[in-house]
């Protein structure tokens, strides 16, 4: 079986939560005997161009500009419709909305599956303008997966669509600690000495890291802030003029310290507000490690992660009187908090791993290449 999948951008061009998902997924296939490759936009080509990334072919067009976090390719359409023709199955990484055109000029007429990351939150008043174009395309697809089911429930969009929703949660294979990892722990180590609550993730408004340093002017444990992005100088600033020395912003970190930084952390932290946080795979990266967590009740997959008083602690959001007092709940209580992280890491093993995710995924694929698919 072939299947390509199919979204705006891709490693190493750009990382992020939705490149990871197809990443692990490709390099996962083969297993299931499944062939999987990669259509994709990119700023660094000049013409439609084929490379191998980790192991899986990746198709690349030219991205002709960019607007509303939307690129836009016009040599898209004719490569898509060349390409497309040779898999079994299409995969589409929602949204994308240049991929529901693509999808509807393709004219491929392959089962499709789409995997439905998020909402649209920011765009509301282009939303209006594109909303019977995404609805059309989620119409015409054999299958729509939400990532939990937390956000299948909170989503008004996938409501509309019960006879064709399915759940598959995100998972990641598991990391060993390698040579380079333990350098990287012994070099933290002296950096920072004992425990500490670690938040890693880019630094956006809708990571509610101001909550997070409102709760740090409440208590007196270490914080460590891996990251980097728009709210960096804002939030560096409102640390300073709190005068709190127990903040430490470390900088955007390479995937050896990440993992070093988790294995060393007490808690990990994940204060976001908004349903732009869909599902937050660092959750599952804690959960891999045996952390606990504390995270805020947004109706996304990130309180599908960690459970409430199972894995951790969930606050309601943007309220830093409540993330302090779960920071202090666990700081006090380390046996509960031993407790929550070894939960956790039974959930990862049993919910989150890539091999949980690929098998579910390539039971699907089957499905949709049955003709009896209807009736699923």
Not at 15 to 37: D, K, P
Not at 199 to 228: C, M, N, Q, W
């Amino acid at each position: 079986m072939k299947v390509l999948h199919v979204f705006k951008t891709y490693y190493p061009d750009t990382y992020g939560g939705i490149e990871e998902v197809i990443y692990q997924l490709a390099t996962h296939s083969a297993q299931y005997g499944i062939q999987a490759e990669v259509f994709t936009v990119s700023k660094n080509v000049s013409v439609p161009a084929d490379d191998m990334y980790d192991g899986h072919r990746v198709h690349r067009v030219k991205q002709d500009f960019e607007f509303a976090s939307t690129t836009f390719s016009l040599s898209a359409f004719r490569q898509f419709r060349k390409v497309a023709r040779d898999f079994d199955v299409i995969h589409y990484h929602f949204p994308w909305p240049v991929m529901d055109l693509l999808h509807f000029s393709g004219g491929h007429g392959k089962p499709s599956v789409v995997t439905y990351h998020s909402d649209i939150i920011k765009q509301k008043f282009l939303l209006q303008l594109y909303k019977p174009v995404q609805q059309r395309f989620l119409k015409s697809v054999q299958a729509i997966v939400a990532t939990s089911p937390n956000y299948a429930k909170s989503s008004a969009v996938l409501r509309e669509f019960p006879n064709k929703l399915s759940t598959i949660p995100i998972g990641i294979a598991p990391v060993a600690l390698t040579d380079e990892i333990w350098e990287r722990i012994r070099h933290w180590e002296k950096v920072l000495a004992g425990p500490f609550f670690l938040f890693i993730g880019a630094l956006r408004y809708y990571k509610g890291l101001d909550t997070l340093v409102e709760a740090a002017a409440k208590v007196s444990y270490p914080i460590v802030i891996a990251g980097a992005g728009s709210e960096e100088v804002r939030l560096k600033e409102a640390v300073q003029k709190k005068g709190l020395s127990n903040v430490m912003f470390v900088g955007p970190v390479s995937e050896n310290d990440k993992y070093a930084l988790l294995y060393l952390s007490y808690c990990f932290v994940f204060p976001s507000f908004t349903r732009t946080e869909a599902y937050g795979i660092v959750l599952v990266e804690a959960s891999m490690y045996g952390k606990p967590m504390i995270t805020c009740e947004i109706g996304t997959g990130t309180t599908y992660i960690n459970q409430d008083k199972e894995t951790g602690i969930v606050v309601p959001p943007q309220d830093p009187d409540a993330f302090a007092s779960a920071m202090e709940q666990l700081w006090n209580a380390p046996e509960l908090a031993r407790q929550y992280g070894h939960h956790a890491q039974q959930r990862y093993e049993r919910y989150y791993t890539a091999e949980r995710m690929m098998q579910r995924y390539a039971e699907l694929y089957k499905k949709c290449l049955d003709a009896g698919f209807a009736a699923f």
